[in-house]
């Protein structure tokens, strides 16, 4: 061979050539260890005070959740070493002389009790969250990583056992004279929310069954977390013994390839905020996992990620919850999966299927059977994927875009082959329902699809005005269908009905929305110097091809009905453009009556969104959610009225001041990479407060 | 500043300085290997007058993806002392160019969310974020696919 050539075997991908690892490479080959580094030696049996003891448990709290942050066991659940030697400090195996208390400041049962049982617990705890992860649909090495290293996470042990050696820890502490008082309450506080932890981790596999301890559980396990959390343990010195129970470095001696990373340890309010998190999700699966209805699985899982993404919720909790909507047999525990085809329509335009099915023999007939199916096959993929992580729940919507077409296809096909002769006209009526009901759930998708970009931050400043414009055109056809739904309802859904109920609120929440889209669009264009779109129209115009291919899909020509809402209408943009940059109005009757019909100004369409916002929320109207996820809709209400205020005075002030182009739009924040940074709405930006930085997302 | 062809082995652990030492993601050396052995057409360094070793260095490929040629720039990196002179944009430059001469139709890279010089290096030259990769690098971080 010639030097510099290669030989590599057939295929060879780049994938093989990144998993190859360089023995002796210290960035990847875990066990090679450069400079020497010294370590405290670990003894497990080393005595230490109640306030290491307590100091230790919040550390591992901290990696317990970074570890349900997507981060490897190995880099830190495992950097406890006490999880590697439970057996050392096991008191049944111990030999006498060493249980006796040298120093009775430092009982040896702080260890052998309370420490291991709270290890134990931890392990344990992993080990039900690993099961739910392992056979759930969340991507390995994405979502979460299962690599246990050959680390034992008490697998075979039962959780009665783990709880048993809890309540022996916590027993102890309420007798024992040998720990002070402050410190007794810190640690039995931390067990019993280890305990807990582990019990709403057991119980969560069986809901609904024993919801009302899994409640219990819950509150008690809120009330620990707010104990806890208002007493951190305070820092250790620096030459305490506690500190050698950690070892970032660990993964060098476990079986693992991939490199050692040392997390950064959260503070204590983020360990806790996480651990809210947790709690908070549980709550929604508890309560999910008496939800009957799609409609609302559907709403939930698109309102939790409104509120955190880019950042996803706990991996554990999204597993969860899609292990309950269906676990691969039943949907929601269950229900047979033919049941969603009848609750689709029922909720969506009150009728059940059954009103459908009976002109082609019944559900189940061959003329249905393969609607039925593509029905069962959308639904449960489109629930499930609300929970996937925000970034790949988008690309799945996207997908999803031509599944709810083929189910539009089909009914429309077979309502045309309908007798229209010898049909009741209101029977008719209703048929053609069904359709527009496929139309409502996948303009639902297309609308998220567009605004989930803000929220990805994916859209160059340039592609957001055309963003704005799409979505609230989207909008627009959507109304049109509920308009044409509630119509449909007339005679035959009563006024009082859930979906009558859901629909009044989405209608008033989606003229508030397009209203607030089109302000943005109108403000935007007008922040541009003039005629930017129009001189960088060809590279715009490629992008937003390919930004939107999925409505260029060519799959959509083997269908035989036009889908609604398909190809993106340039010239109608540009058009609007113009008009928006007040530039002449050419003679054209169409156009002037379009410039008549959109005559509002930005302002006026926020003042518009505003009223429409304002109605709900002093009607308190959160359509059919009630409880947390009410309150989460209100929440969302009252973020998009606030940012309405903002965003209104911020562009007439800027107008008015003659503040325009990169000055104005430096101002506004598009950013939403910061968990801890909740914005008020998810696809609005914020305004930057005076001094904040200005550099352009 | 000075810009010519990866031209073989003697430039490989140059090149791998550069991307070490300012990249996160560790690579091995059969990384490197992977791309410029099998593109080395498509991989290009900058030289200084006031240095012997390279001060920047790019490194692509090319496929055949779903029907269409795409190009993929696999790193990019400019020593800390050199930055803001424009070196990143001309090497990416470059090596776009030399794609486009292979008949690549597209082309496409990742780098990390909150790269902003990398994202408005890209950008500039009309690159947009196409989707978002979460957690895709070693350390966590989500990624733009452009």
């Known amino acids: 061979m010639e030097p510099g050539s290669m030989v590599a075997i057939d295929g060879f991908s780049l994938h093989d050539a990144m998993t190859a690892i360089e023995i ?67 008191p049944d195996v111990l030999p006498i002389f060493s249980m006796l208390d040298l120093d009775s400041s430092r ?63 916590l027993t102890w502490l309420s007798t024992t004279t040998k720990v002070p008082l402050l410190w007794q309450e810190a640690l039995k506080f931390r067990l019993q929310f280890r305990r807990n932890i582990l019990l709403l981790l057991n119980y969560t596999e069986s809901l609904p069954r024993d919801l009302g301890v899994f409640d219990e559980i819950l509150q008690s396990t809120r009330h620990c977390l707010s104990i806890i959390r208002a007493h951190p343990c305070r820092s250790i010195t620096s030459s305490s013994p506690a ?30 905020d996480a651990y809210e998190r947790l709690l908070n999700g549980w709550e929604d699966i508890a309560r999910l996992s008496k939800t009957y209805q799609i409609s609302t699985w559907n709403q939930v899982g698109f309102q939790q990620s409104w509120f955190s993404a880019p950042v996803a919720r706990p991996a554990y909790i999204r597993s969860c919850a899609q292990t309950l909507f269906f676990d691969g047999m039943q949907v929601v525990h269950s229900q047979p999966q033919g049941w969603l085809v009848d609750r689709l329509f029922e909720e969506t335009i009150g009728v059940t299927y059954t009103a ?23 639904v449960i993929p489109h629930i499930r994927g609300l929970w996937n992580n925000p970034a790949r729940r988008r690309r799945f919507l996207v997908k999803s875009i031509l599944d709810w077409h083929m189910i539009y296809d089909t009914l ?17 009526r209703t048929l053609n329902q069904f359709p527009k009901a496929i139309v409502l759930w996948r303009l639902a998708s297309i609308r998220e699809v567009i605004l989930s970009g803000f929220q990805l931050e994916l859209y160059h400043p340039l592609e957001r005005p055309f963003a704005y414009w799409f979505v609230a055109e989207v909008i627009d056809i959507h109304l049109n269908y509920l308009d044409a739904v509630l119509k449909g309802m007339a005679g035959v859904v009563p006024h009082n009905s859930p979906s009558r109920k859901e629909i009044h609120y989405q209608h008033v929440f989606l003229v508030a929305l397009q209203a607030m889209s089109m302000a943005m669009f109108m403000s935007l264009i007008r922040s541009f110097p003039p005629n930017t ?96 996820w009410g309150h989460d809709r209100m929440r969302l209400l009252l973020g998009m009225s606030e940012t309405c205020q903002e965003l209104q005075s911020f562009f007439s002030g800027s107008s008015s001041d003659g503040d325009t182009s990169q000055i104005l739009v430096s101002k506004l924040d598009w950013t939403r990479s910061f968990s801890n940074n909740i914005p008020k709405t998810p696809w609005f930006p914020s305004v930057r407060l005076h001094g904040q930085g200005g550099a352009e997302a | 500043i000075t810009y010519r062809l990866y031209t073989g082995e003697p430039d490989l652990p140059h090149i791998i300085s550069l991307i070490a030492s300012e990249l996160s993601e560790p690579y091995v050396i059969y990384t490197f290997r992977y791309f410029l052995t099998q593109w080395p057409h498509l991989s290009f360094l900058a030289y200084t007058p006031e240095s012997p070793t390279p001060i920047g260095v790019i490194v692509c490929k090319q496929s ?45 890279l990742e780098t990390e969310h909150d790269n902003a010089p990398a994202l408005s290096l890209y950008e500039s030259l009309g690159f947009i974020r196409e989707k978002r990769l979460y957690r895709f690098y070693l350390n966590g971080k989500d990624a733009f696919r452009l």
């Open chain 1, 412 to 428: 429309c096909g077979l309502v045309e082959s309908v007798d229209t002769i010898n049909i009741d006209p209101v029977a008719f």
């Open chain 1, 243 to 272: 500190r050698a129970a950690f070892d970032p470095y660990i993964a060098r001696r476990l079986n693992t390839f991939l490199p050692v990373r040392i997390i950064d340890l959260p503070s204590w309010e983020h360990t806790c």
């Open chain 1, 107 to 169: 009982p040896l049962e702080l260890i052998t009790l309370v420490l291991r049982a709270y290890t134990s617990g931890l392990l344990k705890s992993c080990n039900l969250a690993w099961n739910e992860l392992s056979r759930g649909s969340l991507l390995d090495a994405e979502d979460w990583h299962s690599d246990k290293s050959e680390v034992s996470l008490l697998e075979g042990w039962p959780v009665e056992a783990a709880v048993a050696r809890l309540d022996s820890g």
């Open chain 1, 356 to 378: 459908f099915a009976q002109h082609w023999g019944g559900s189940g007939t061959v003329s249905l059977v393969e609607l039925e199916r593509r029905v069962i096959h959308t």
């Open chain 1, 533 to 628: 779109i129009f001189n960088q129209w060809e590279q715009l115009r490629t992008n937003l091809r390919r930004r939107y291919k999925w409505a260029f899909n060519s799959a959509y020509d083997d269908y035989d009905f036009e889908p609604v809402v398909l190809e993106l209408d340039f010239t109608r943009f540009l058009r609007e453009v113009q008009e928006v940059q007040g530039q002449e109005i050419m003679n054209n009757t169409e156009l002037k009556d379009h410039a008549e019909k959109s005559s509002k100004s930005s302002s006026e369409y926020f003042e518009l969104a505003q009223r429409l916002l304002q109605s709900l929320i002093s009607t308190n109207n959160t359509g059919t959610l009630e409880g947390n």
């Open chain 2, 64 to 108: 055949f993806h779903e029907s269409s040629t795409r190009g993929y720039i696999a790193m990019l990196s400019v020593d800390k002392r050199y930055r803001k002179r424009g070196i990143g944009d001309t090497l990416v430059k470059i090596s776009m160019e030399a794609m486009k001469l292979d008949g690549v139709e597209e082309i496409s």
């Open chain 1, 24 to 90: 002796g490479d210290p960035r990847l080959d875990t066990g090679m260890q450069l400079e020497a580094v010294e370590r405290p030696e670990f003894d497990p049996l080393t005595p230490l005070l109640p306030e290491e003891i307590c100091w230790i448990i919040d550390r591992s709290m901290a990696y317990e959740t970074e570890w349900h942050a997507s981060n490897q066991l190995a880099h830190t659940v495992f950097t406890l070493l006490y999880v590697h030697c439970l057996n050392d400090v096991d």
